[in-house]
T-cell receptor, first 113, second 114 residues
Framework: DAKTTQPPSMDCAEGRAANLPCNHSTISGNEYVYWYRQIHSQGPQYIIHGLKNNETNEMASLIITEDRKSSTLILPHATLRDTAVYYCIVRVWGSGSARQLTFGSGTQLTVLP | NAGVTQTPKFQVLKTGQSMTLQCAQDMNHEYMSWYRQDPGMGLRLIHYSVGAGITDQGEVPNGYNVSRSTTEDFPLRLLSAAPSQTSVYFC?????????????FGQGTRLTVV
């Protein structure tokens, strides 16, 4: 799996967009980018994933650069409840694969009132 | 819909004791996994299962055993607890490989070994 690099921490004002970067310069063509978050003391929660097109769901948007070497998770209107550690994970897509998620250290996002 | 349920939520053990952490899911997921998370660190995979009767080791399997006799349950056994096993343990399940699909996590078991 490709290695990911994320800043250890970021702050964001409540109501503003939170933009969380992830570098995955060694990503290969069949690897997807996944984002999970972990609110303090809780289990991780899936947010979104994508291959090369930008993706949006009810929680967030995922912007992947054209060369796929980096991506940005966007929380459009951050709330205090979005304070959490955000994990960017790169994984190979393949049906039947038994390989599991590999979590790095993530980015601690703190939403400030 | 209960999702992934872990019991107990908190546990204190003495060194050398054994115990079983329980994990149950009601989503009929084939894939289940156990992770541990030490303070300030990401999750590390202990063991996983791709279906009833099939288990395999993850990144940090030593000191732990698992079995998968049913689709719903995936217990984690600590054979002889050590202080180094003090951690938060998370169980996860997914319909397919968690590399392909959304994984659902339990709320964790906080284990202290003294």
């Amino acid at each position: 799996d490709a290695k990911t690099t994320q800043p250890p921490s970021m702050d964001c004002a409540e109501g503003r967009a939170a933009n969380l970067p992830c570098n995955h310069s060694t990503i290969s063509g069949n690897e997807y980018v996944y984002w999970y978050r972990q609110i303090h003391s809780q289990g991780p929660q899936y947010i979104i994933h994508g291959l090369k097109n930008n993706e949006t769901n009810e929680m967030a948007s995922l912007i992947i650069t054209e060369d796929r070497k980096s991506s940005t998770l966007i929380l459009p209107h951050a709330t205090l409840r979005d304070t959490a550690v955000y994990y960017c994970i790169v994984r190979v897509w393949g049906s039947g694969s038994a390989r599991q998620l590999t979590f790095g250290s993530g980015t601690q996002l703190t939403v400030l009132p | 819909n209960a999702g992934v349920t872990q019991t107990p939520k908190f546990q204190v053990l003495k060194t050398g004791q054994s115990m079983t952490l329980q994990c149950a899911q009601d989503m009929n997921h084939e894939y289940m996994s156990w992770y541990r998370q030490d303070p300030g660190m990401g999750l590390r995979l202990i063991h996983y299962s791709v279906g009833a009767g099939i288990t395999d080791q993850g990144e940090v399997p030593n000191g732990y055993n698992v079995s998968r006799s049913t689709t719903e349950d995936f217990p984690l056994r600590l054979l002889s607890a050590a202080p180094s096993q003090t951690s938060v343990y998370f169980c996860a399940s997914s319909y397919g490989s968690p590399g392909n699909t959304e994984a659902f996590f339990g709320q964790g078991t906080r284990l202290t070994v003294v």
